[in-house]
C-alpha cells in the first residue's frame, strides 16, 4: 500500500490521549488517526445521503426511528 506521509499539529492532550488509545489498540498513532479520518468522512457521506433523502422524501419521523433503532445491533 502507498502511503502519503502528513504532518498533523494537535494540543498535547489530546496528542497523548490519541497515542494512549492507539497503543490500547496495538496500532500505530499513524494508523489509529487514519481510521478515525476516515471514520469521520464515513459519517459524513451517510449524513449527505440521508440529507439528500431526506430532501426528496421529507423528514425522517421519530416513529420511523423508532423502527430503525428497533432493528440495529447494540
Excluded: N, Y
Aim: positive net charge.
Amino acid at each position: 500500500m502507498t502511503v502519503e506521509k502528513v504532518s498533523l499539529s494537535f494540543e498535547p492532550a489530546l496528542a497523548e490521549r490519541a497515542r494512549r488509545a492507539a497503543e490500547a489498540r496495538g496500532q500505530s498513532l499513524s494508523a489509529f488517526v487514519a481510521g478515525a479520518v476516515e471514520h469521520r468522512l464515513k459519517l459524513e457521506e451517510a449524513r449527505r445521503v440521508l440529507g439528500d433523502w431526506e430532501a426528496e422524501q421529507g423528514r425522517i419521523t421519530e416513529d420511523e426511528l423508532r423502527r430503525v433503532r428497533s432493528k440495529w445491533p447494540v
